[in-house]
């Protein structure tokens, strides 16, 4: 307000410039995914129209029923689904366990424990594929849903244990103190009170994990042959010829993917913003 007073010219200059900004992001962001709805609902020769007539061309349902129609697609989300709840549960179950024991308690090593556990969570998945591989092979989990899972504990109880952990700091530990005096045991006392006040930091934690487990590619390619998620059929789609790429059913089958996602962060969106909004501030 004190500029609007003094410089009423650069105040409404800086704001003209903020909304603009903010378009230009939102138009960024939005345009791609709004031209693959588009694109969905339209035939395989509307896609090489002008944008104007492409555009106002009639829409159709046929790349959706041709996607749910085929049965790699369906059985790709199914195989999604596992591997990504799968890794969630063990995550936010040894991830719970993990940032307890690191917000709470004081052992020698403790802050070089929290940065390797940084440092394996932002480490490059191409430089472990090989030794997963010999692993998952060696224990029999190849083109395996087991394998999958086993794999993605890589990224995701790192990221479940780092962030967690700055929450957990964050608890009042007279609640601890008194489900103790109470005579809880260090068990209960993590499941029936702690787990309680921590519910949106898992919310968002296992939330975020889904969202990067559903999307894995890389893993998924290399370890399955036949059971493959629904990423890696998407990627591998082909039409009637080696030169034919069904573009209509390939952004068909990303919009059905991509909608549970949306769908997921809108219904726990308060949680979610609790949850990474906790710990940032210490009272």
């Known amino acids: 307000m004190y500029l609007k007073r003094t410089n009423p010219a650069l105040y409404y200059l800086q704001r003209v410039g903020f909304y603009v900004l903010v378009v230009v992001i939102t138009l960024y962001l939005l345009v791609p995914f709004l031209w693959a709805v588009l694109t969905s609902f339209r035939r395989a020769g509307d896609l090489f129209?002008?944008?104007?007539?492409?555009a106002s061309a009639p829409s159709t349902l046929s790349n959706?029923?041709?996607?749910?129609?085929?049965?790699?697609?369906?059985?790709?989300?199914?195989?999604?689904?596992?591997?990504?709840?799968?890794?969630?549960?063990?995550?936010?179950l040894f991830g719970s366990f993990a940032a307890y024991a690191l917000g709470r308690f004081k052992f020698k090593f403790k802050s070089a424990v929290l940065y390797i556990v940084l440092a394996v969570?932002?480490?490059?998945?191409?430089?472990?594929?090989?030794?997963?591989?010999?692993?998952?092979?060696?224990?029999n989990l190849y083109n395996n849903p087991g394998g999958l899972i086993l794999s993605y504990l890589i990224f995701t109880i790192p990221f479940t244990v780092w962030?967690?952990?700055?929450?957990?700091?964050?608890?009042?530990?007279?609640?601890e103190e008194a489900a103790l005096v109470d005579g809880a045991s260090p068990l209960q006392t993590l499941?029936?009170?702690?787990?309680?006040?921590?519910?949106?930091?898992?919310?968002?934690?296992g939330l975020l994990a889904f969202i990067n487990a559903w999307n894995e590619y890389l893993f998924a390619l290399t370890f399955t042959s036949t059971k493959r998620t629904v990423p890696v059929v998407i990627a591998n789609y082909s039409g009637a010829t080696q030169f034919d790429q069904p573009w209509g059913q390939i952004m068909a089958a990303s919009i059905v993917v991509t909608v549970p996602l949306i769908i997921l962060?809108?219904?726990?969106?308060?949680?979610?913003?609790?949850?990474?909004?906790?710990?940032a501030v210490k009272g």
């Open 163 to 175: 962030v967690l952990t700055s929450f957990v700091r964050d608890i009042p530990g007279e609640l």
């Open 64 to 92: 959706y029923a041709d996607v749910f129609a085929n049965p790699s697609f369906r059985l790709g989300l199914l195989y999604s689904l596992i591997t990504a709840v799968g890794a969630v549960a063990i995550a936010l």
């Open 265 to 279: 962060v809108l219904v726990f969106q308060r949680n979610i913003v609790s949850g990474l909004t906790a710990g």
């Open 121 to 139: 969570s932002v480490f490059p998945q191409i430089a472990v594929l090989g030794g997963l591989y010999t692993l998952i092979n060696s224990l």
């Open 49 to 54: 129209l002008q944008p104007m007539a492409f």
């Open 191 to 205: 499941f029936k009170v702690l787990f309680p006040v921590m519910m949106p930091a898992l919310v968002t934690t």
